[in-house]
């Protein structure tokens, strides 16, 4: 068997490890010696396999060098690395701006779709700076693929990329219950839920997660409110220190915290994070996990069905309410805005109005004429009766008059 310079000889099973192309011989014992003495001795140029010799013997050719992975890893990067360069050599129609830009011009995300560079930073940039990082997804509204690690180091610049990663951390940790911050020097802990033990890796200061004060093992821990009052007796009695102080401050702000997010929040069915509604429908959505669910029973939802069939609403009375009278105020400015100037008689003072009997609104003669249309509600009506026209029979010799001086 003749392949690319390589020699065929029987196989020898205690060579394996060590063998480059050779040749497996079937039979094996002293045919395969023989075998590899004649070899030996016929010509380097010989095309003839010296295991034919063998009366069974079958020749195979084994590579010696890397694994089956390792190959089809090379062959991995090989095929990425001429699609890359396929990539650049073309033109690509962004799918945000609609433009044909060069391939170096261009990104892609894991899915394959194509963005201009300027495109995607924009994008990147707009949501990182929002801290919307739920959104950090592929622009097609059809895919929603994550943007990878490198591609938003690649787009983003050094600022924003270390925001979005204090961000990530942040939400990540903030998704964790076990997880407190150090009073010291506010460095991430875990917190031993038995006893709300926690140990500061950075300063290792043992601290009791409820309070944040000394581990106090054995002894009933107090609460948020009760820790309140126990401070503002102390500054009663003597001046408080500036570190003093702080401490205060800080448990204040906890205390106050606590009581909100009790009182006008709601846990996420899924990663329980605290959520409030400042105003809207009561259909949620979690900004750490993604997950829509219902205001009211904290039920996880996936479309409006849920406000149809049970007893949970879409929208509260009070929020309609607020709704309609914002809509009546803004109603109210804009007509205020587009309402025509009155005009003005020979002494230059405002002509007399009338008001409209539908909207109420003043509204002006023009040129004497008594057939009117309201600016406001576009009604037509009568400038002598104040009636509503329906149509031009209303001006008659024995009623009203279409042309009058007041």
């Not at 295991?51 to 050719?61: H, L, S, T, V, W």
């Not at 924003?160 to 964790?176: G, I, N």
């Not at 609104?361 to 026209?389: I, L, P, Y």
Request: charged residues 25%; contains cysteine.
């Amino acid at each position: 068997m003749a392949g690319g310079g390589g020699s065929c000889v029987p196989w020898d099973w205690s060579g394996a490890a060590t063998a480059g192309w050779r040749g497996v011989g079937g039979s094996g014992g002293e045919g395969d010696r023989k075998g590899g003495e004649r070899q030996k001795k016929k010509s380097k140029d010989e095309a003839t396999c010296p295991c034919q010799d063998a009366p069974a013997a079958y020749c195979r050719a084994v590579p010696e060098g890397m694994s089956l992975h390792d190959d089809l890893a090379l062959l991995r990067r090989w095929s990425k690395e001429m699609d890359d360069r396929h990539f650049r050599a073309s033109l690509h129609a962004c799918a945000i701006c609609f433009s044909q830009k060069p391939g170096l011009e261009c990104v892609r995300p894991a899915c394959n779709h194509a963005f201009c560079t300027a495109c995607m930073s924009a994008f990147a940039e707009a949501l990182v700076g929002e801290g919307n990082l739920q959104a950090l997804k592929c622009p097609d509204t059809k895919c929603r693929a994550p943007l990878s690690y490198d591609l938003l180091r690649s787009l983003l610049p050094h600022e924003l990329f270390t925001r979005w990663e204090q961000l990530t951390l942040q939400r990540s940790l903030d998704a964790m219950p076990d997880v407190v911050f150090c009073p010291r020097c506010s460095q991430p802990c875990v917190e031993d839920p038995s006893d709300h033990h926690a140990l500061c890796p950075g300063c290792f200061f043992s601290f009791c997660g409820m309070c944040r004060e000394g581990f106090h093992r054995g002894k009933t821990c107090v609460t948020p409110e009760l820790a309140l009052k126990l401070m503002k007796l102390r500054q009663q009695e003597r001046t408080l220190a500036e570190e003093e102080l702080r401490k205060q401050k800080d448990l204040e702000q906890q205390v106050l915290s606590l009581k909100l997010v009790e009182e006008e929040s709601v846990p996420c069915p899924v990663c329980s994070t605290s959520i409030s509604k400042s105003e809207g429908c009561n259909k949620m959505i979690c900004p750490t996990c993604g997950t829509y669910f219902c205001y009211r029973c904290h039920e996880r939802i996936s479309g409006y069905d849920h406000f149809t069939n049970g007893t949970c609403v879409l929208f509260e009375a009070a929020e309609i309410d607020q709704w309609e009278m914002q809509m009546a105020a803004m109603g109210a400015a804009n007509n205020q805005h587009h309402r025509p100037p009155p005009p003005l008689g020979a002494d230059g003072r405002p002509l007399p109005a009338r008001r409209c009997p539908n909207c109420r609104q003043f509204n002006h003669k023009e040129a004497r004429n008594n057939d009117m249309h309201c600016w406001s509600c576009r009604t037509r009506f009568c400038g002598m009766c104040n009636q509503v026209m329906r149509n031009v029979y209303h001006f008659r010799p024995n009623g009203c008059r279409q042309h009058t001086d007041d």
